[in-house]
C-alpha cells in the first residue's frame, strides 16, 4: 500500500478533525499531495493540494475552515478541518503525484479513503 490515510471519525457540526496521509517510501519526488471527497451520489471533488513548494489550492466551500500541510521530509500531509458542517461528510481520499521505485515517470497515486461524518 503505498498511500495510507487516518483520522477520519464522527464528529458534530462545528467540531475540528485532523486527517494525515502517509506515502510509503517507495514514493519519491512527490510533486504534489492532496485531499479529495466524496459523498455518496456525487464525483469526487477537490478538497485542498499542496505543492512540494508549498502552494497550496482550496476548494472555495474549505477556505478559511481547512487547512492543508505537508511534510517532505516524512512524505506525509494533512488536512486540518475545523467548523465542520453537515455538508462536508464524505470519504475523504488522499493523492500523492510522485514516481514509484522501479517504475518509470510518475503518475498519480490514491489511498483506499477515510470517512468523516459530521452529524449531531
Known amino acids: 500500500v503505498d498511500i495510507v490515510e487516518t483520522g477520519g471519525g464522527l464528529v458534530q457540526p462545528g467540531g475540528s478533525l485532523r486527517l494525515s496521509c502517509t506515502a510509503s517510501?517507495?514514493?519519491?519526488?512527490?510533486?504534489?499531495m492532496g485531499w479529495f471527497r466524496q459523498a455518496p451520489g456525487n464525483q469526487r471533488e477537490l478538497v485542498a493540494i499542496?505543492?512540494?513548494?508549498?502552494?497550496?489550492i482550496y476548494a472555495e466551500s474549505v477556505k478559511g475552515r481547512f487547512t492543508i500541510s505537508r511534510d517532505n521530509a516524512k512524505n506525509t500531509a494533512s488536512l486540518q478541518m475545523n467548523s465542520l458542517k453537515p455538508e462536508d461528510t464524505a470519504v475523504y481520499y488522499c493523492k500523492a503525484d510522485a514516481f514509484h521505485t522501479g517504475l518509470d515517470g510518475s503518475r498519480d497515486y490514491w489511498g483506499q479513503g477515510t470517512q468523516v461524518t459530521v452529524s449531531s
Open positions: 517510501q517507495n514514493l519519491f519526488s512527490i510533486a504534489s
Open positions: 499542496i505543492s512540494s513548494g508549498g502552494k497550496t
